[in-house]
Each structure stands twice: as structure tokens, then as C-alpha cells.
């Protein structure tokens, strides 16, 4: 075992500051990296102010972050994939019993006993798992993924979760050419659902509640916006699109959004408000409409997503920072106030 520096929450109410923590010495299929960038996931904030206290209880401290990107500095005597000085990424998934059925076909993110990279039991070391706001991080190679290197690693770390959670939905209920696709929220996850549901050749429409965002959807990749407080904007799309996915972070309408669905068509939730959102019967039973959700994404998908955004260039945009300001990052974050995901310039926390 040795120590590392991290940044955590020592309780709901706390502000994150400097800690140190322990980490396993890498084992013969670990991967010992030095984390050079992380994201900051509004599911860091939702856990680090236990805002999720009915189903993901916050254990204290709780170290956030699972949007890495690293650099390999030791690889256990058995690790085939990887050697010190490869560039690699770590998402939101740490470990998952490799067995089960979800494991065996590569969705190791709905495996029942699947270890998150914060906030899980910690099968090694005991306590729980501690992210990516750290120094230092010892990851199964499993779990470890290759990172293009042609791109930007600080836009490069919000892939291994904002990028993953939108394209795996993407990619399940088909969006494509010929297909009129929704996002809704313009945040971190948003702004990706945008560049991947272009990229994949959608006709691509925004929702937000930011009147000045709408420039920038356009800029990203979308043909339309539409400003959702606007009744008469919204009603203009009633009935008309294939999928819309809905990357919001607070309880919002979901009902006006099911009316915007075709025929069988399908809304799914990336976003995971605290408190329940209300649905309405009869939105769904004409037209015979879906409410789906969709979590993360697993290892394999997790790769052809970030070779896919090697081969196309894409990455999210971000506004980088000193671990130093991840407190008034968090404030922003609540006020919708990010272009459109802060990432973490971890040289910040050894300096
Ligand atoms: P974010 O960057 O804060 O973006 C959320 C966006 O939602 C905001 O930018 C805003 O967009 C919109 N919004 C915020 N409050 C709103 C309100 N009261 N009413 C309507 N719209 C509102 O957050 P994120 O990191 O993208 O995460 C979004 C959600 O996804 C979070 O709940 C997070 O925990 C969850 N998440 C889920 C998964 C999964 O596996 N399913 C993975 C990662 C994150 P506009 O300004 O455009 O309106
Ligand atoms: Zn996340």
C-alpha cells in the first residue's frame, strides 16, 4: 500500500479540500497510472453533497471522479495491454465479477456486482473506492482503456464518462441518417449527445432552457434549437422525432418531451435527478411511446467510442482548471454556468 493525494468531501455539507489517501500496490493485472486530467461529471456533485442518499449513500470522505486520463507509470507482471508511458483512460467502472452474463457480453455497467471507481465497496483495500480527483490510481487493466493519442487528453477525459453515456444510448436506439434525433440540456453530457448524434448522421435538435446556448448547439453540431420554455417552439416539433435523449440534471417536465415522440418512439433518460419526475399516462398511451434509461456504458463500447472520436477528431469542450477551483466548478455547475465541462489539470495537485 502507499499514500497519494486527492481532493475529497468529508461530508454532505463540506467543501471539497486536499487529503491524502491510500492506494494498493499494483497487483500482477494492475495498472499504476499518474492521472493527468479528470472531468468533473455533475454525478460528482450529486455524490459528493449525497444528493443520491436513497439509492448510491455517500461513505465519507468521498474522493469524486471518473472522467481520467493518465499516463502508465507501472504495469503488474501479468498485464499484456499496456506499458509505462502508454496514455490511458479510466471511466466509471473499476471492477465487475466477470462472470455473470452482462459481464460475458461486455455491459459490465449493469453487472449486479460491478465496482464503481468511487464510492463502492472496495474489494482490495477495503472501505470504499476513492476517483479520479487524485494523484495516483491502480486500476485492473480490464478496466484500463486505450486513449487516442492524437487528441487534447484534457478533452479528452469527459469522453470516458459524458461521452460514453451519450453515444451508448445513441448507438442502442439507432440514431442515424434519416432519423430526427433530440437532446435535451446543454451540460456536459448534452454537448456530446450533440457531436455524436451529428457525427452519426441525425438531424439533430437542441433543447435548452439557456437562451445564450444557442449559438454554441448550433456551432456543435445541431440543425435546430429550441428554447423548451418556449410553448409554441416546442409545440411546432409534437410528434415528430425517433429518440430523444434527455441529459438533464434537476427535476424538469419529461411529459413535454414525450409529446415531441412519434409513433413507438422512445425518450431516454441519461440524466439522474435526485427527486422522482412525474409521468403522465396518457402522454405514453397514444402512440404507444417509451420512457427508457440508460446507464454508462460497458468496456468494449466504452473503446469503439474513443476510437471512433480518434478517428473523427472529436473530443468535448472544456474549460480547464487547477484543482484548486473545483469548489466554485460545483457552484457553476448547479447554475448551468459551463462550456460545456470543466476538466481538471491534476499537475494542479502535485505542484
Ligand atoms: P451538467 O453539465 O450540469 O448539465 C445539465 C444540463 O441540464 C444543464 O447544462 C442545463 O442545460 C440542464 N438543466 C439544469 N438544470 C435544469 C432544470 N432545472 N431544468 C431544465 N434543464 C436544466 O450535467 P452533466 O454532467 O451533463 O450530467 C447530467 C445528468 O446526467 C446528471 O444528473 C448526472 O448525474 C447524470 N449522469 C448520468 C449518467 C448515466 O450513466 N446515465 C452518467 C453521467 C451523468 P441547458 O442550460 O441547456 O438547459
Ligand atoms: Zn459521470
Given at each position: 500500500m502507499f499514500q497519494t493525494k486527492a481532493y475529497a468531501a468529508a461530508g454532505k455539507s463540506a467543501k471539497l479540500a486536499p487529503t491524502t489517501i491510500d492506494r494498493r500496490d499494483p497487483g500482477e493485472h494492475d495498472v499504476q497510472l499518474q492521472v493527468l486530467f479528470c472531468g468533473i461529471c455533475h454525478s460528482d456533485l450529486h455524490q459528493a453533497r449525497d444528493e443520491w442518499h436513497a439509492v448510491f449513500a455517500t461513505v465519507y470522505p468521498c474522493v469524486p471522479g471518473h472522467e481520467i486520463v493518465g499516463q502508465v507509470t507501472k504495469v503488474g507482471a501479468k498485464v499484456t495491454k499496456f506499458k509505462p508511458g502508454d496514455r490511458v483512460g479510466v471511466g466509471c467502472l473499476v471492477d465487475s465479477d466477470r462472470t455473470c452474463s452482462e459481464c460475458q457480453d461486455g455491459l459490465e455497467q449493469m453487472c449486479l456486482a460491478s465496482t464503481f471507481t468511487y464510492n463502492s465497496p472496495d474489494k482490495k483495500l477495503g472501505g470504499v473506492t476513492r476517483g479520479g480527483y487524485s494523484d495516483t490510481m491502480v486500476v485492473d487493466e480490464r478496466f484500463v482503456l486505450r486513449v487516442p493519442t492524437n487528441l487534447d487528453p484534457a478533452a479528452v477525459a469527459p469522453l470516458l464518462c459524458a461521452g460514453i453515456t451519450t453515444w451508448s444510448p445513441l448507438r442502442t436506439w439507432g440514431a442515424g441518417p434519416g432519423k430526427k434525433v433530440g437532446v435535451v440540456g446543454l451540460g456536459g453530457l448534452g454537448h456530446m449527445g450533440v457531436k455524436f448524434a451529428r457525427a452519426l448522421g441525425a438531424h439533430t435538435v437542441v433543447f435548452t432552457t439557456s437562451p445564450s446556448k444557442v449559438e454554441d448547439a448550433l456551432r456543435l453540431g445541431a440543425h435546430e434549437v429550441v428554447l423548451s420554455k418556449d410553448a409554441s417552439a416546442m409545440a411546432?416539433?409534437?410528434?415528430?422525432?425517433d429518440f430523444i435523449l434527455d441529459a438533464v440534471s434537476a427535476n424538469h417536465d419529461i411529459n413535454a418531451y414525450v409529446a415531441l415522440l412519434r409513433r413507438d418512439a422512445t425518450l431516454t433518460l441519461v440524466g439522474a435527478p435526485p427527486e422522482p419526475l412525474q409521468v403522465g399516462a396518457f402522454g405514453l398511451l397514444f402512440g404507444r411511446k417509451r420512457i427508457a434509461g440508460s446507464p454508462i456504458g460497458g468496456l468494449p463500447e466504452t473503446q469503439e467510442m474513443l476510437d471512433f472520436c480518434g478517428q473523427h477528431g472529436i473530443t468535448a469542450d472544456v474549460e480547464t482548471i487547477p484543482i484548486q477551483q473545483v469548489n466554485e466548478a460545483y457552484e457553476r455547475l448547479l447554475k448551468a454556468d459551463v462550456r460545456y465541462r470543466f476538466s481538471i489539470d491534476m499537475a494542479s495537485l502535485r505542484s
Amino acid at each position: 500500500m502507499f499514500q497519494t493525494k486527492a481532493y475529497a468531501a468529508a461530508g454532505k455539507s463540506a467543501k471539497l479540500a486536499p487529503t491524502t489517501i491510500d492506494r494498493r500496490d499494483p497487483g500482477e493485472h494492475d495498472v499504476q497510472l499518474q492521472v493527468l486530467f479528470c472531468g468533473i461529471c455533475h454525478s460528482d456533485l450529486h455524490q459528493a453533497r449525497d444528493e443520491w442518499h436513497a439509492v448510491f449513500a455517500t461513505v465519507y470522505p468521498c474522493v469524486p471522479g471518473h472522467e481520467i486520463v493518465g499516463q502508465v507509470t507501472k504495469v503488474g507482471a501479468k498485464v499484456t495491454k499496456f506499458k509505462p508511458g502508454d496514455r490511458v483512460g479510466v471511466g466509471c467502472l473499476v471492477d465487475s465479477d466477470r462472470t455473470c452474463s452482462e459481464c460475458q457480453d461486455g455491459l459490465e455497467q449493469m453487472c449486479l456486482a460491478s465496482t464503481f471507481t468511487y464510492n463502492s465497496p472496495d474489494k482490495k483495500l477495503g472501505g470504499v473506492t476513492r476517483g479520479g480527483y487524485s494523484d495516483t490510481m491502480v486500476v485492473d487493466e480490464r478496466f484500463v482503456l486505450r486513449v487516442p493519442t492524437n487528441l487534447d487528453p484534457a478533452a479528452v477525459a469527459p469522453l470516458l464518462c459524458a461521452g460514453i453515456t451519450t453515444w451508448s444510448p445513441l448507438r442502442t436506439w439507432g440514431a442515424g441518417p434519416g432519423k430526427k434525433v433530440g437532446v435535451v440540456g446543454l451540460g456536459g453530457l448534452g454537448h456530446m449527445g450533440v457531436k455524436f448524434a451529428r457525427a452519426l448522421g441525425a438531424h439533430t435538435v437542441v433543447f435548452t432552457t439557456s437562451p445564450s446556448k444557442v449559438e454554441d448547439a448550433l456551432r456543435l453540431g445541431a440543425h435546430e434549437v429550441v428554447l423548451s420554455k418556449d410553448a409554441s417552439a416546442m409545440a411546432k416539433h409534437a410528434g415528430s422525432f425517433d429518440f430523444i435523449l434527455d441529459a438533464v440534471s434537476a427535476n424538469h417536465d419529461i411529459n413535454a418531451y414525450v409529446a415531441l415522440l412519434r409513433r413507438d418512439a422512445t425518450l431516454t433518460l441519461v440524466g439522474a435527478p435526485p427527486e422522482p419526475l412525474q409521468v403522465g399516462a396518457f402522454g405514453l398511451l397514444f402512440g404507444r411511446k417509451r420512457i427508457a434509461g440508460s446507464p454508462i456504458g460497458g468496456l468494449p463500447e466504452t473503446q469503439e467510442m474513443l476510437d471512433f472520436c480518434g478517428q473523427h477528431g472529436i473530443t468535448a469542450d472544456v474549460e480547464t482548471i487547477p484543482i484548486q477551483q473545483v469548489n466554485e466548478a460545483y457552484e457553476r455547475l448547479l447554475k448551468a454556468d459551463v462550456r460545456y465541462r470543466f476538466s481538471i489539470d491534476m499537475a494542479s495537485l502535485r505542484s
